[in-house]
């Protein structure tokens, strides 16, 4: 599969249905549009690869993306690399008018464990507290099971972790249909599992995980306040990790991570717990904006930042 999930025609369908209100492809790179105040759109390519974003170049790319965006009142145009952040600017020869966005859509700081390699070998590659700490659950009883069905328990018990630690921590979190809808589309060809990890009857950790192409992706996760010294997130991710290697995946990406150790920083603590499985940081370039009307998209810019101040 030459595209990332971001780029497949089940992503398409899910934002669609959970967002976005129309679809376009150009050559194979999907764009996004989706509705602003004022009756403003704004058109979003997600995640998309070297090799799409170079054949694009030869079919007339931006005078589509703007054809687009002059028939939909487009603010700007969004175009997020799934490349080596090196290659950023490279790709961008596009246009001369792309320029880094305000905000990112995906996170550019990720944690990625080869997993093209022996379970020894991979566990030899954690930090020793990851590999201890694995112990600790399978010795107090943990257990792991998963589910592709949009009603599982699985996905159930997975909302309420999530849900209650967006409650805990103050942050925004998407409501149940989110993800219901994923499991829904996704769980049909098993490209997406919720995981959840049970001391008993009590449900202590839970991730939701997409595989497609040659990786494995932890999309969210949530863990519960209670029990845990039984270390349950850490046999949830190890369970996560041999299924991957069972579908012959090469990696395993945690996905975001704090672009440095600060301990000040929000994502400080999933930081740690992602490092203990061994890895290392991969940075891609991220989120591009191309203006297609200037000035309200630098109202539109600044509107965003006074909601979303962190």
Request: a positive charge.
């Amino acid at each position: 599969m030459d595209c990332t999930i971001f780029q497949s025609p089940e992503w398409e369908e899910f934002k669609i249905k959970t967002g976005y209100e129309k679809s376009y492809r150009i050559g194979d790179v999907l764009v996004l549009q989706k509705k602003l105040p004022l009756g403003r759109t704004m058109l979003y390519s997600p995640m998309a690869n070297e090799g799409q974003v170079a054949r694009a170049k030869g079919q007339g790319f931006i005078e589509q993306i703007k054809q687009i965006a002059k028939e939909n009142n487009s603010i700007f145009y969004r175009l997020e690399l799934n490349v080596l952040s090196a290659l950023g600017s490279r790709l961008l020869a596009l246009s001369q008018n792309f320029h880094k966005s305000f905000e990112e859509m995906q996170p550019e700081h990720n944690w990625v464990l080869n997993i093209d390699q022996s379970e020894e070998e991979i566990l030899t590659g954690m930090k020793q507290k990851g590999r201890y700490n694995i112990k600790i659950a399978e010795n107090a009883g943990i257990k792991v099971t998963s589910s592709s069905e949009s009603d599982s328990k699985e996905l159930k018990e997975f909302y309420k972790q999530y849900s209650a630690t967006g409650k805990r921590h103050k942050i925004s979190y998407r409501g149940p249909e989110y993800f219901t809808s994923l499991l829904a589309i996704f769980g049909k060809s098993d490209y997406a599992r919720a995981y959840t990890a049970w001391h008993g009857e009590k449900a202590l950790a839970s991730a939701i995980i997409l595989f497609y192409g040659q990786s494995a992706l932890y999309l969210y996760g949530g863990s519960s306040d209670i029990d845990r010294n039984l270390m349950a997130p850490y046999l949830l991710h190890w369970q996560i990790i041999k299924d991957a290697k069972e579908r012959d995946l090469k990696e395993y990406n945690f996905l975001g991570i704090a672009p440095t150790d600060d301990e000040k920083h929000p994502w400080a603590g999933i930081t740690r717990f992602k490092k203990q499985f061994g890895g290392e940081q991969i940075d891609i370039a991220g989120s591009f904006d191309l203006p297609l009307r200037p000035i309200e998209y630098q109202a539109f810019k600044i509107a965003e930042r006074i909601r979303r101040p962190h």
